[in-house]
């Protein structure tokens, strides 16, 4: 058997050193790369904005209701009950002849109060009730120009409780209709405050990082006219901002 000479040997443990200090070295080169890949990655990341998009619409109520409450006194009980007939029948009267129906009016139970039974009240009528006939429709324009008109019901001996029907409310119950387009427009109008703001800063949108919806609002376009109301969105996006 032959034997390898010292230097051979001590050549070839050269060899597999500096093969080894290679392997390491390329190791160690390519982890730094990667390294360097995820912090810049990291750092883009990190590179966000926020921005908020809104949309606003004005839109017409298409839902009334008008509940017409009118007080009536009395000392007999039998007799105040005539009273409160008569009138409700005044009352759907006024309304039929502004164009509604039946199936548009409702009735409720008179709420009789007992007056004497009330201590220091010093009434000097035993029985007050209260009645309420209530207007629900759809034809919100009716309904307007019936309140203009509530006061020939005070001509006709109905004592309105709360003034010439001022309590009418409007209401906008078609809110789907409007959603899709309103919320297509507030990401639109988020979109380009983010683009102005990359521009700004010498970069360009990215894509969506976080997306919230807000509620959705419907309040009166102003005091004077209830029957118009505004229906408000806003959106917060995040987007990503990457260098030109």
């Known amino acids: 058997m ?3 000479s010292p230097a051979s040997s001590a050549l070839r443990n050269l060899l597999a050193a500096l ?8 190791g160690l080169g390519a982890i730094g790369r990667s390294l360097a ?3 810049r990655q990291t750092h883009a990341a990190q590179r966000t904005v926020t921005v908020k998009g809104l949309s606003e619409r004005e839109v017409a109520a298409d839902l009334a209701i008008w509940p017409l409450t009118f007080v009536d006194t009395g000392d007999d009980l039998s007799a105040l009950q005539h009273t409160i007939d008569a009138h409700q029948a005044v009352v759907k009267a006024f309304l039929k002849t502004r164009g509604f129906e039946d199936g548009e009016i409702s009735e409720s139970a008179p709420a009789i109060t007992d007056l004497f039974a009330q201590q220091y009240n010093g009434a000097r009528t035993h029985y007050s009730a209260q009645t309420t006939v209530t207007l629900r429709t759809a034809r919100v324009k009716l309904v307007d120009a019936a309140v203009r008109r509530a006061g020939e019901l005070v001509e006709r001996g109905v004592v309105l409780s709360g003034g ?6 409007y209401f906008f119950t078609a809110l789907n209709t409007v959603k899709p387009p309103m919320i297509i427009e507030a990401t639109q109008n988020a979109r380009k405050a983010a ?6 800063s010498h970069s360009h949108v990215g894509s969506i990082r976080n997306a919230q919806q807000g509620l959705f609002s419907i309040e009166d ?3 004077y006219t209830p029957e118009l109301k505004k229906v408000r969105v806003v959106t917060t996006i ?5 260098d030109d």
């Open 2 to 4: 032959t034997t390898a």
């Open 19 to 26: 093969i080894l200090g290679a392997s390491i070295a390329y």
């Open 37 to 39: 890949d995820a912090v």
């Open 164 to 169: 010439y029907g001022g309590g009418a409310q």
């Open 195 to 200: 683009e102005q703001f990359a521009n700004d």
């Open 238 to 242: 995040d987007y990503f901002l990457a």
């Open 221 to 223: 376009r102003d005091q």
